[in-house]
């Protein structure tokens, strides 16, 4: 009974170092307000087929999820950053799992793009 116990134990402790570490979100600088990033950043969202479930100005946040694959999501803060500028961090979700930050890279490209910010 003690060494079934004991494996059992073993077994758990095992299976909890197994999981992948937690995705860090991918952090952006940008020079624009605030208000205009989280804005621009709905409307690219939207024309990308997500559904926005909640946006806050306030307090610089946005959860979106994917219209037509239920399950992914894409959450955003943003914060003020020096003189007018904006901190964007970005993660990405599936079934409520992070995804890699990489795949949020042509996002981010777009949102530079629609703010005016890329060459």
Do not use: K, N
């Not at 003690?2 to 197994?18: F, S």
């Not at 399950?71 to 890699?100: D, Q």
């Amino acid at each position: 009974m003690t060494r079934a116990l004991l494996i059992l134990l073993l077994a758990a402790w095992l299976a909890g170092c197994a999981s992948p570490p937690p995705s860090a979100p991918r952090e952006l600088r940008l020079a624009a307000a605030p208000e205009a990033t989280l804005r621009e950043a709905m409307q690219l969202l939207m024309a990308r087929g997500y559904v926005i479930r909640h946006a806050d100005d306030e307090l610089g946040r946005l959860d979106a999820a994917l219209a037509r694959m239920p399950g992914y999501g894409v959450s955003l803060r943003v914060s003020p950053g020096a003189e007018g500028s904006s901190r964007v961090e970005a993660i990405a979700t599936r079934g409520g799992r992070a995804l890699p930050p990489g795949l949020l890279d042509p996002f981010l490209t777009d949102l530079q793009a629609r703010l005016g910010l890329l060459p």
